[in-house]
């Protein structure tokens, strides 16, 4: 049944799983986060800046600057 997707390993038209992420996320405080991603040996940091700061009435002495978890999801999808 090759047009349904069946074959070995891939019962009811499911492929096996081939990788699961393991990703932790801490919220450190505020809009500040730091995950921890596979293949690194730091921390990954989250933030707000410009029009997303503004939007959370962040100021730019609260927090410091840094790429939003949108910011991210962005380059992953264009990457």
């Not at 799983?17 to 293949?39: C, D, E, F």
């Not at 800046?49 to 939003?68: K, L, N």
């Amino acid at each position: 049944y090759p047009m349904l997707g069946l074959g070995p390993g891939r019962e009811n038209g499911m492929a096996e799983i081939a990788y699961v992420s393991r990703v932790t996320v801490t919220r450190r405080h505020g809009p500040q986060r730091a995950a921890r991603l596979p293949g690194l040996d730091h921390d990954v940091t989250f933030g707000v800046h410009s029009e997303v700061a503004e939007h959370y009435g962040v100021g730019p002495e609260d927090y410091p600057s840094d790429a939003t978890t949108l910011d991210y999801v962005v380059a992953a999808a264009a990457g």
